[in-house]
């Protein structure tokens, strides 16, 4: 996928930061780049092998408006980003929390799904968190440096226990047993209606793809301890955050 000159030069922006994990002033330049162009920088930096599914991000419509968008965004998830162990604090740039549900998908989602498939198509949930992690200093980003920055996709873990119903009610997080985050699971909207939009965006869904739905609580700064995350009906402790 070939980058034009513009789309070059914030892909470099973006590629240093990760490396170096030094964040970036977001805002500052118009860098010639559209939203098109944002997600071939973000297929550009992310086109490693590993891929294994996507996140969906900035689901609420106020967020979408705050943006200058009408619709979610989306960011590629990788193998390597799967945390199956303890989170280390020193392997982001500025990590942030949020507790999530994901789908893994039992079937292929084609382009042109309807919600009916889509319902036939999820395999079970998971109750989860995403671990953000932007090279845009204190998150403080546009439409087109997010998407192409991977939509902040940092990590993610996911809970031992398969979940053949969606989770009720509210996710709450906690750390070290203190609520740090917490929010509505009916913020998410509807999962088979997202599934199709996904699907149709990015060309259709593989089985065994796994997708996280965005989380309806607000993210918070991560930091050492014990982290968990809980659902109306389901207790899942998580792992450990080590600086």
Not at 181 to 191: F, M, R
């Amino acid at each position: 996928m070939n980058l034009n000159a513009a789309e070059q030069a914030l892909a470099g922006v973006i590629g240093e930061a990760r490396r170096n994990r030094t964040p970036v002033s977001g805002r500052t330049r118009q860098w010639d780049v559209d939203i098109i162009g944002a997600y071939r920088i973000q297929h550009h930096l992310q086109r490693q092998s590993d891929g294994i599914g996507y996140k969906l991000g900035l689901i609420s419509p106020a967020k979408q408006t705050q943006m200058g968008l009408n619709q979610p965004i989306y960011g590629h998830l990788r193998r390597s980003m799967w945390i199956e162990g303890e989170i280390g604090l020193r392997d982001f740039i500025q990590p942030r929390l949020e507790p999530e549900i994901a789908v893994v998908l039992r079937k292929a989602l084609p382009a042109e799904a309807e919600p009916g498939m889509a319902a036939h198509a999820i395999g079970g949930y998971f109750l989860g968190v995403e671990v953000l992690d932007s090279v845009w200093a204190d998150y403080h980003f546009s439409a087109v440096e997010v998407i192409a920055d991977n939509a902040s996709a940092g990590a993610f873990l996911l809970g031992n226990c398969l979940l053949e119903a969606m989770p009720s009610g509210s996710l709450h997080l906690y750390l070290n047993g203190v609520l740090r985050s917490e929010g509505s699971v009916d913020a998410l909207g509807n999962i088979e209606e997202r599934l199709c939009w996904l699907a149709r965006t990015v060309g259709g869904l593989q089985a065994g793809q796994i997708v996280l739905l965005g989380s309806p609580a607000q993210a918070v700064p991560a930091e050492a301890g014990v982290l968990e995350v809980r659902s109306a009906n389901h207790h899942l402790v998580l792992t450990k955050v080590n600086e």
